[in-house]
T-cell receptor, first 115, second 113 residues
Framework: DGGITQSPKYLFRKEGQNVTLSCEQNLNHDAMYWYRQDPGQGLRLIYY???????QKGDIAEGYSVSREKKESFPLTVTSAQKNPTAFYLC??????????????FGAGTRLSVL | AQSVTQPDIHITVSEGASLELRCNYSYGATPYLFWYVQSPGQGLQLLLK??????LVQGIKGFEAEFKRSQSSFNLRKPSVHWSDAAEYFCAVGAANFNKFYFGSGTKLNVKP
């Protein structure tokens, strides 16, 4: 089955700890994205990547880091500098280029909580 | 700057009643418009999209949306709501020449039996 897999589904972070959220896609999409979702605030873009080994900051990148070493994978690290990490994190992917393929597909999300 | 506004945070309708969820966007060029639905604790599922052509687009689960350029709106409609439609709905705008999307803050739909 083609799709986007996020793991783990639930994650707990201790004070001062870095944690990494996994996102893998087998859709052969070039672009990948990370969003943060808080109640009543919709989706806010953290980072996005249009090609391997390249990524750009979104609207709320502070306290987060990413890498894009493989086309299929776009892990997000929530660092200790992110003081309010409790949220639902969504990974998405999309094809580049033609308009017929410019649709974002989403994973099932990871809920991160602070212990 | 690009933005998407969903003015209704919560909407409650009776099962079998019609539904309209509002979406207004701000974008300088021709927008690409989307509606997504999210069940609790889940990711977003695409309901429908507008890229060009006919301004009334049909989607999955009996939903449709109409693009009105003069009003900068892309409202979602369904003639008869089912209890399973209870979820949160997000409107989004994107563009072909870059892969950044902007989402509204969502509308939570409750369905009364």
């Amino acid at each position: 089955d083609g799709g986007i897999t996020q793991s783990p589904k639930y994650l707990f972070r201790k004070e001062g700890q870095n944690v990494t959220l996994s996102c893998e896609q087998n859709l052969n999409h070039d672009a990948m994205y990370w969003y943060r979702q808080d109640p009543g605030q919709g989706l806010r873009l953290i980072y996005y990547s249009q090609i391997v080994n390249d990524f750009q900051k979104g609207d709320i990148a502070e306290g987060y880091s990413v890498s894009r070493e493989k086309k299929e994978s776009f892990p997000l690290t929530v660092t200790s500098a992110q003081k309010n990490p409790t949220a639902f994190y969504l990974c998405a992917s999309s094809m580049l280029a033609s308009e017929a393929k410019n649709i974002q597909y989403f994973g099932a999300g990871t809920r991160l909580s602070v212990l | 700057a690009q933005s998407v506004t969903q003015p209704d945070i919560h909407i409650t309708v009776s099962e079998g009643a019609s539904l309209e969820l509002r979406c207004n966007y701000s974008y300088g060029a021709t927008p690409y418009l989307f509606w997504y639905v999210q069940s609790p604790g889940q990711g977003l599922q695409l309901l429908l999209k507008y890229f060009s052509g006919d301004t009334l687009v049909q989607g999955i689960k009996g939903f449709e949306a109409e693009f009105k350029r003069s009003q900068s709106s892309f409202n979602l409609r369904k003639p008869s709501v089912h209890w399973s439609d209870a979820a949160e709905y997000f409107c989004a705008v994107g563009a072909a020449n870059f892969n950044k999307f902007y989402f509204g803050s969502g509308t939570k739909l409750n369905v009364k039996p």
